[in-house]
């Protein structure tokens, strides 16, 4: 029975990864209708920021956090303007292709500048876990679990009880109306790309102890989050997270009894069983009357 | 605006005096190399992912050489290398060794440490018959008839041998869990590592492949602790997969030594695992105890690049220093006097091990065994096998 807890908790937590990196890629969904496919690299680039600011210039851990997530930000308005914004009037297709070029030159430019060689962050919490009754709960994790259901609560209270939560909705919908209401439609998208970076630098952070931070970080995770909001409804807070947290779980058992080594196969085969007979996803029927 | 329409011509000026210097150096630097010296063809990365590791290659090397002609050189000639850039890639290595094949005056070559390379320029090598010094481990390198082909390293089929023996002898450990990583390499190590432990009549109680960069290894971590192994052989490929493994064995709670093939000696597996690999054993072709020659280089390559020696720069060493004895032996820089000579090399102590070259041309027939003291490499025994 351990073992079923000890693989729960686990799956949780992996989960959780996906669903932090997921509720980027919704949110960006949400304000613009294009998917950004360098969201997980948003990633790879605040846990660089924080190997700069905490491990080469050491920087107190809290400082070293608050300067990364700066500059997350000023880079998440960057992205805006020179990713985005240029292409706001076209198809959503040559976007999608600008965020995966921005993406490799992400990865490479890192790649430049700080080399090839995977590198550390330590626990934020000094204790490294709890041993409860045989199971194993990895301090990191369950801060993953919380920093992830708080963002949850936010982001849901943020889009449904804010005006501005409210504005970015309606300019997702419908740009044209939206400005046509007086809503500033540029910047609502730019808060958008900034909350995203952050959220996405947040996510690097926090599963650089457990992964460790590498130039390929962002692919590695940046997927299965994608399945995650596919399955869980696109561009649905609560379907990332649910999407994320299944996804996690699945995986793990999945590992445990059946295979290891086909242990990515089963995203992808909850993915196209979706596809197959839910293309929605879970909580999609919000999607399905935007479309 | 006159400066404006200038500017064209003073770039083409300036672009122009960046040429003429470069040719300038480039005259240079062929002077250092004199027409009589002997010159070894070198093909290492200088650019691309690998170039770090590139570096060290050359390091190596040119250490050797300066000793070699320190010594008297070759024939009385002095040696010298001469280095083309492979760029980390397939096609890399094959254009930068049909550039230095095209000179006549090469008569002897040093190939890549990663064995794809190898056999990418496996034919050309084949075609122009001139004996190349290789650092890739794929046994299958030496063994598939190409008489030129020599090696500087122990070939795969030793590692596996080398974790079982150790295991099974030195630690009196029997009930084996086998981790590996389901790519090519981890695959096949896992293989050899079975049919090591079937020598000595032991049947793993645990097989586990996993994919690679997998974010997390709790299944594999339980299975290890339900099939009660004493002891774990493992074959991982990328640093970041053995770091979060070892993490999650000690938060787990299982303490079954541990026997890996090299990745979890090297530098980055020690700084990304820290503590989680304390107490761990893994095989290693170059460790600076194993041998006066190897401590002796150890420290010169320190004090000259202010980095610790690794197995990049000690197996280029070797290969330049028995290629510069295989030329003296022969009295000649002729391929096939020369590979005569090359194969004939016994008891030649080299800094991965001594050197007995098979017919095949694998120089080197086993492993050193390391220990994960607190975070120092520590040597613990060399094991050989008969070539």
Redesign the interface.
């Known amino acids: 029975m351990t ?1 079923v807890f ?2 729960l908790f ?1 799956g949780l ?2 989960g959780a ?1 996906y669903a932090l990196v997921a509720l980027g890629f919704v949110l960006i969904y949400r304000a613009t209708n294009v998917v950004n496919f360098a969201q997980g690299e948003f990633a790879m680039l605040g846990a660089f920021l924080m190997v700069i600011f905490f491990g080469d210039l050491g920087l107190p851990y809290g400082l070293g956090l608050v300067i990364s997530l700066i500059v997350m930000a000023i880079f998440g308005a960057g992205f805006n303007l020179v990713v985005y914004y240029p292409l706001r009037h076209r198809p959503y297709l040559p976007v999608v292709i600008s965020t995966i070029g921005a993406s490799i030159l992400m990865s490479n430019g890192m ?1 430049a500048l700080y ?4 590198q ?1 962050l330590p626990n934020l919490l000094d204790l ?2 709890l041993l409860i009754g045989g199971v ?1 709960l ?1 301090s990191q994790y369950i801060l993953i679990i919380c920093v992830t259901a708080a963002l949850v609560g936010f982001q849901y209270v943020f889009f449904e009880k804010t005006l501005l939560g409210k504005k970015l909705q309606a300019t997702s919908q419908d740009k044209e109306m939206a400005s046509l209401l007086g809503i500033p439609v540029a910047t609502m998208i730019m808060i958008t790309f900034v909350y995203s970076a952050l959220l996405g630098g947040l996510a690097g952070m926090l ?1 650089a102890p ?3 931070v ?1 130039i ?1 970080m962002g692919g ?2 940046s997927l299965k989050a994608f399945a995650a909001s596919i399955i869980g409804g696109f561009g649905d807070v609560a379907g990332a997270v649910v999407g994320g947290l299944s996804l996690g779980v699945i995986e ?1 058992f999945g ?2 009894y059946i295979s ?5 196969a089963f995203a992808f085969l909850v993915l196209f069983a979706f596809l197959l007979v839910r293309p929605q996803g879970i909580f999609g029927e919000r999607v399905a009357q935007k479309a | 605006m006159r400066r404006i329409g200038n500017a064209p011509k003073f770039r083409s000026m300036l672009a122009m005096a960046g040429v003429l210097s470069l040719s300038v150096l480039a005259v240079a630097a062929a002077g250092a190399a004199r027409a009589d010296d002997i010159k070894i063809g070198m093909i290492t990365p200088i650019t691309g992912p690998a170039a770090e590791a590139g570096r060290y290659a050359q390091w190596g090397a040119g250490m050797a050489v300066d000793e070699v002609n320190a010594a008297g050189g070759v024939m009385g000639r002095k040696i010298t290398l001469v280095i083309e850039d492979d760029q980390t890639t397939n096609p890399g290595a094959v254009t930068a060794f049909s550039k230095l094949s095209s000179q006549p005056d090469i008569p002897v070559f040093i190939g890549s440490i990663r064995s794809t390379q190898v056999h990418a320029t496996e034919n050309d090598v084949l075609k122009i018959g001139k004996p190349m010094f290789i650092g890739g481990t794929d046994p299958t390198l030496t063994q598939a008839g190409n008489p030129w082909f020599f090696r500087a390293r122990p070939n795969d089929s030793y590692s596996a041998k080398v974790i079982a023996d150790f295991g099974v002898n030195t630690l009196k450990l029997k009930k084996w869990a086998v981790i590996n990583s389901t790519d090519a390499f981890g695959t096949n190590g896992s293989k050899a590592l079975i049919d090591a432990l079937k020598a000595f009549e032991i049947e793993p109680v645990l097989v586990q492949g996993y994919a690679n960069q997998a974010p997390d290894f709790t299944p594999v971590v339980l299975a290890v602790r339900q099939s009660n192994a004493d002891v774990i052989g493992s074959y991982f490929t990328f640093e970041q997969d053995l770091g979060i493994f070892a993490k999650q064995l000690k938060q787990l709670g299982v303490t079954a030594p541990w026997v890996g093939s090299p990745s979890i000696t090297n530098a980055t597996a020690l700084r990304l695992a820290g503590p989680a690999l304390f107490g761990t054993y893994g095989i290693a072709d170059f460790t600076s105890d194993s041998s006066p020659e190897a401590k002796a280089f150890a420290t010169k390559y320190l004090a000259l690049h202010k980095v610790e020696a690794d197995n990049q720069s000690s197996w280029t060493y070797d290969a330049v220093k028995l290629l510069a004895r295989a030329m003296e032996d022969a009295k000649s820089t002729d391929p096939e006097p020369v590979r005569k000579a090359i194969l004939a090399i016994h008891d030649y102590k080299g800094l991965e091990g001594t050197y007995n070259f098979d017919s095949k041309g694998d120089g080197l027939h086993g492993y050193n065994v390391v220990k994960n003291e607190n975070g120092k490499i520590v040597f613990t025994k060399h094991v050989d096998f008969p070539g």
């Open positions: 073992i000890q693989l686990t937590g992996v990864i790649l080399g090839p060689a995977p550390t490294p876990g194993f990895d599963v457990i992964l460790f590498s390929g590695l995770i793990t590992a445990a290891v080594p086909y242990k990515d």
